[in-house]
T-cell receptor, first 109, second 114 residues
Framework: QKEVEQNSGPLSVPEGAIASLNCTYSDRGSQSFFWYRQYSGKSPELIMFIYSNGDKEDGRFTAQLNKASQYVSLLIRDSQPSDSATYLCAVNADSTLTFGKGTMLLVSP | DAGVIQSPRHEVTEMGQEVTLRCKPISGHNSLFWYRQTMMRGLELLIYFNNNVPIDDSGMPEDRFSAKMPNASFSTLKIQPSEPRDSAVYFC????????????FGDGTRLSIL
């Protein structure tokens, strides 16, 4: 059974700090990795995706992938209170996504 | 561009009633997914379609749940009869079938079964 594990949090960081969100997955055949942000009462919103080992940067967000360790992370630089949300990691091995239960991030002013 | 459109946004009904949730995917997307989200279980895939054909319905919890996609721009998820444990937020998402296949979600339907 495919599993995606995330620490539920909450992860609390002060405004301006770097937030680091982590995710591990069980299926070594996984090919693509996604990070979604979900505000309370809203739908998941795609932030970025990565499918090659290494780092991928998009503005204040950096996704990091290590397939050997089956580990993917999301770094948020210069965290803002508006970044406070639940972050979902999703892993794709065929045509579907398996989601983790998410990590709640709280950014305090 | 219009995103994934779901209706209704909220549904409150009594146990035993039939519930129909609707979804219009993003134009040009050929894969459609139905998810259920609860606090306990997180986001669970119920069923997905590719080119209007159901590919995997192993996540559908019981025979009370059924889904159809009569054309590329419309899908329904039906629960009959509904039970209180079906209360959850139901999301529809769509994507292109080609990798890396990011999925785009609708606003969801918050379903409460009394």
């Amino acid at each position: 059974q495919k599993e995606v594990e995330q620490n539920s949090g909450p992860l609390s960081v002060p405004e301006g700090a770097i937030a680091s969100l982590n995710c591990t997955y069980s299926d070594r055949g996984s090919q693509s990795f996604f990070w979604y942000r979900q505000y309370s009462g809203k739908s998941p919103e795609l932030i970025m995706f990565i499918y090659s080992n290494g780092d991928k940067e998009d503005g204040r967000f950096t996704a990091q992938l290590n397939k050997a360790s089956q580990y993917v992370s999301l770094l948020i630089r210069d965290s803002q209170p508006s970044d406070s949300a639940t972050y979902l990691c999703a892993v794709n091995a065929d045509s579907t996504l398996t989601f983790g239960k998410g990590t709640m991030l709280l950014v305090s002013p | 561009d219009a995103g994934v459109i779901q209706s209704p946004r909220h549904e409150v009904t009594e146990m035993g009633q039939e519930v129909t949730l609707r979804c219009k995917p993003i134009s040009g997307h050929n894969s459609l997914f139905w998810y259920r989200q609860t606090m306990m279980r997180g986001l669970e895939l119920l069923i997905y379609f590719n080119n209007n054909v159901p590919i995997d319905d192993s996540g559908m919890p019981e025979d009370r749940f059924s889904a159809k996609m009569p054309n590329a721009s419309f899908s329904t998820l039906k629960i009959q009869p509904s039970e209180p444990r079906d209360s959850a937020v139901y999301f529809c998402a769509s994507s292109l079938a080609e990798a890396p296949q990011p999925q785009h979600f609708g606003d969801g339907t918050r379903l409460s079964i009394l």
